[in-house]
């Protein structure tokens, strides 16, 4: 297809400094996967603390008001909250979908039922979108920078036409889904491309921005990028956000014309990754060391800071925590290079680096 030729000619030529980045992000991958094994409590808070802080920034970058609190309190209680307005609607909806995400993103597929799938679901309970949410646009729209205040401060780009964007959109899914199949390009690459060219066509009336993001997080974490729910992607977005709308239309002005470019927007997108990587890693050293621990791991960890040595029998018996756990967090303290081990068999000791 014509359409399909397009995506291939953006990807054509990549820069070096654009590779650099690739290259970096995956050294991270590796880097996290080879890591400690957090336990399941820690990644547990830490998805948690994403949720809330992903779904604060992705609907503040559109203009809600609710800070992390806000949003915090909104779910804490959401059995008997009363959602009376767009900013509280918009909020469930983007919580619960990103939820859904990170806790099924296995066995959810990427495709266009899927996409119309999750716009249904991140506006469900929005009152004002009732009768457009799951179907493509029907009249035109336009993209518009929002300020701190929620207020427009100018349009960005124009869209993809209505009557072209089921066209559009079934061109860029199955394009991407084959891309993606063969290894045809760096799935860094496919994804940048698939989500400067989604926002371009805005294929819905409205929640085109947040769906972005709710869809990064699932392709990513399909890719193998399996921080992403434990640092938010949407948070970074945000604290760079006129870096984010700039990179947009950059790279979305040259659509359509002889020479397609989207090396600005990879840019950004590869480099705000490239962060969030950077941090997931950082999870894993020593200066966070109180984000890994349980409650019970890190009182361990706490007296084995106010000794010079200790065994693990006596590490047990002075924080009353059993000896399988002391076992567990000291092996998981020697993978973190946090302590050393002195002496084998009943005479093992253990002290801090």
Same mark, same amino acid.
């Given at each position: ?212 993001? #709710? *869809?990064?997080? @699932? =392709?990513? +974490? /399909? ?8 640092? &938010? ?95 567990? #967090? *000291?092996?998981? @303290? =020697?993978? +973190? /290079? ?8 009943? &005479? ?6």
């Amino acid at each position: 297809m014509a359409k399909n030729k397009r995506f291939d000619q953006r990807l054509a030529y990549v820069p070096s400094d654009i590779w650099s980045k690739i290259i970096q992000i995956g050294e991270l991958k590796g880097q996290w996967i080879a890591g400690a094994q957090l336990s399941p409590q820690v990644l547990g808070r830490l998805k948690r603390s994403v949720l809330i802080t992903s779904t604060g920034a992705s609907t503040r970058i559109e203009g809600a008001r609710l800070s992390d609190e806000d949003v915090e309190k909104l779910m804490r209680g959401i059995g008997i909250q009363k959602f009376t307005n767009r900013d509280q609607q918009e909020v469930k909806g983007y919580f619960e979908l990103l939820e859904n995400v990170f806790n099924s993103w296995k066995s959810l597929k990427f495709s266009e039922n899927s996409i119309k799938h999750f716009h249904k679901e991140l506006l469900k309970y929005v009152e004002k979108d009732t009768l457009h949410r799951g179907d493509y646009k029907k009249t035109e729209n336009k993209v518009e920078m929002i300020d701190a205040t929620g207020k427009s401060v100018g349009v960005l780009f124009d869209t993809t036409p209505a009557y072209l964007t089921p066209k559009e959109m079934q061109e860029l899914v199955e394009w991407t889904q084959e891309a993606l199949v063969e290894k045809r390009y760096h799935p860094l690459l496919i994804v940048g491309n698939f989500l400067v060219e989604f926002l371009q066509i805005h294929p819905f009336q409205d929640g085109n921005g947040r769906l972005s993001r #709710v *869809l990064t997080n @699932l =392709l990513l +974490l /399909k890719e193998g990028y399996l921080y992403m729910p434990y640092i &938010s992607h949407e948070k970074l977005v945000e604290d760079n956000k006129p870096d984010y709308y700039m990179a947009l239309r950059r790279s979305q002005k040259t659509f359509k014309t002889k020479h397609e470019n989207i090396i600005p927007w990879l840019d950004f997108f590869l480099a705000i990754f490239l962060e969030q990587s950077q941090m997931a890693v950082e999870l894993l050293s020593k200066e966070n060391i109180e984000k890994l621990l349980s409650k019970k791991q890190l009182s361990v960890w706490q007296y084995l800071q106010e000794v010079e040595e200790a065994t693990p029998g006596e590490i047990a018996k002075k924080t009353k925590v059993a000896r399988p756990t002391v076992n567990q #967090v *000291l092996n998981k @303290l =020697l993978r +973190l /290079k946090k302590v050393e081990r002195i002496g084998l068999g009943r &005479s093992t000791r253990y002290r801090k680096l």
